[in-house]
């Protein structure tokens, strides 16, 4: 269970959804089997080969992804998992340059999703593997079949695209305030209240995925996001708002009649909501109903 726990991290980092990462899991173990028996014994440390098998096929996998997004209805966002601090509980540890190492808990944020999505399949596999799992980059470069020193560039050049744009700072009591902050004035229908609580450039972006109806492109600017989001509380008469914990940071789920038909993400930095990350697919929201998936204990 340590393995599938660790494997299923590791997927779910690498391409951002959870039936994926599943699928990605029982492959790798269907090879495992597959080997003979004198196969499997010779085999030094099968950890480290389930983790490199698993990293090539997410790596064949984000190459075909970026093909299936280009035909996808409107902004694809990450699939959001309840109870972010169960994503983070295994790692690695001795691997060889530490610098510039990010905690776990860090990578499974949606901030740090929609980023690692933005970079090339082979950036995204070289810093997930080193400096999120703490891998070597020797190690690194039998998966991505390229040198130890061509891998140690494409995490660096990973790195410069997240320094880019830097995630939130606000700490997770300031963090959780701001949410309350923000579900209370959803909930009041108070205009102003909402857009004290956003920075002036904030950016909402909505995944349907074609399923539902969502914003196709982001909305970009206080005034604009604070009536869009009162907008869809007059539209949905009813809907209780609920605070909870998505990847790792506090968010809120739209429920009516005891079914989550939406889940937000956000980020603050500076006490202003810079972010907010809207997923309304159902396809995305079975582990919120009880389908199973969404989450490592």
């Not at 064949?60 to 699939?79: I, N």
């Not at 790692?91 to 340059?97: N, V, Y």
């Not at 909305?219 to 909870?244: H, Q």
Request: net charge negative.
């Amino acid at each position: 269970m340590a393995e599938r726990r660790r494997l299923l991290n590791l997927g779910y980092r690498m391409l951002g959804s959870v039936q994926d990462a599943e699928d990605v899991v029982q492959e790798t173990y269907a090879r495992w089997y597959a080997l003979s028996e004198e196969a499997q014994r010779a085999i030094e440390t099968p950890m480290a080969w389930l983790t490199r098998v698993a990293s090539r096929i997410c790596l064949d996998q984000l190459g075909s992804a970026r093909a299936r997004r280009e035909r996808y209805t409107g902004e694809w966002l990450p699939e959001p998992v309840r109870h972010g601090a169960g994503w983070a509980s295994t790692g690695s540890a001795g691997a060889d340059d530490p610098a510039d190492r990010i905690t776990l808990d860090e990578s499974v944020s949606m901030g740090m999703l929609v980023l690692l999505d933005a970079m090339t399949p082979a950036e995204r596999v070289a810093f997930v593997l080193h400096d999120v799992f703490g891998m070597p980059f020797s190690e690194i470069a039998e998966t991505v079949g390229r040198t130890p020193a061509a891998c140690r560039q494409l995490a660096s050049s990973a790195r410069r695209r997240l320094a880019d744009r830097a995630p939130g700072s606000a700490t997770a009591e300031e963090h959780g305030r701001v949410v309350s902050a923000f579900r209370e004035a959803c909930e009041t229908g108070d205009l102003d209240a909402l857009v004290a609580l956003l920075d002036p450039d904030v950016e909402s972006r909505s995944d349907g995925g074609g399923k539902v109806r969502a914003a196709l492109r982001p909305v970009v600017g206080r005034d604009k996001v604070a009536r869009l989001f009162l907008g869809l509380m007059r539209r949905e008469p009813g809907v209780e708002l609920v605070e909870d914990d998505v990847n790792g940071r506090p968010g809120v789920a739209a429920r009516m009649g005891g079914t989550t038909f939406a889940v937000l993400a956000t980020e603050v930095r500076g006490g202003l909501i810079t972010e907010l990350w809207l997923v309304v697919n159902p396809d995305k929201l079975g582990a919120w109903n009880g389908e199973g998936g969404g989450g490592v204990s």
